[in-house]
């Protein structure tokens, strides 16, 4: 699994970020905590908005390309939900730094959460999970890294 996330990795560090700005940076890391800021999103009063900032505290535990970041630090994010989160759990995620200070001082963080992605675990039996009595639909199976056998999202397993 080690080996994958590397590749990952180096292909987001040589091919960059799309729409990344020279102050845009690219990390693994650590969520410590995520709270509810209590600051609404701007909302049209014909609108149902249900958008808020959640801000989150990060250890920094690999920067991939961009400006260097403390090792630790608060982001915020503009969103519907609260994560829930499970340790240990490294997370991808896209940053840009907040440079309005009231901003900065209003939200409590000094950067803005533009992306984040969550490690998805994949499952790889030799041979097709049907066979072990496991209905996982064809099209959800990926070839195994060493095209070896057959792959799916752990998602897929239902009980």
């Not at 960059?16 to 990390?27: E, N, W």
């Not at 400006?67 to 630790?72: E, F, N, T, Y």
């Not at 982001?75 to 907040?98: F, G, N, S």
Request: proline residues 8%; glycine residues 4%; contains cysteine.
């Amino acid at each position: 699994m080690k080996v994958i996330a590397r590749i990952v990795l180096t292909i987001l560090a040589m091919s960059g970020v799309a729409q990344a700005t020279s102050d845009t940076s690219v990390a693994l890391l650590q969520p410590i905590s995520n709270v509810y800021t209590g600051i609404k999103a701007p909302c049209n009063p014909d609108e149902i908005c249900m958008d808020t900032w959640i801000r989150w505290d990060f250890e920094l535990i690999t920067l991939v390309r961009g400006p260097k970041l403390p090792k630790h630090f608060r982001a915020a994010m503009l969103t519907h939900v609260q994560a829930k989160l499970y340790r240990p759990l490294h997370m991808l995620v896209v940053l840009e730094p907040i440079t309005d200070n009231n901003r900065r001082k209003q939200l409590g963080a000094d950067y803005y959460l533009k992306a984040l992605s969550f490690p998805r675990t994949m499952y790889c039996l030799d041979d097709r999970p049907v066979e072990y009595g496991l209905s996982i639909p064809d099209e959800s199976l990926t070839p195994s890294p060493h095209d070896t056998g057959y792959c799916f999202d752990a998602r897929e397993l239902k009980e």
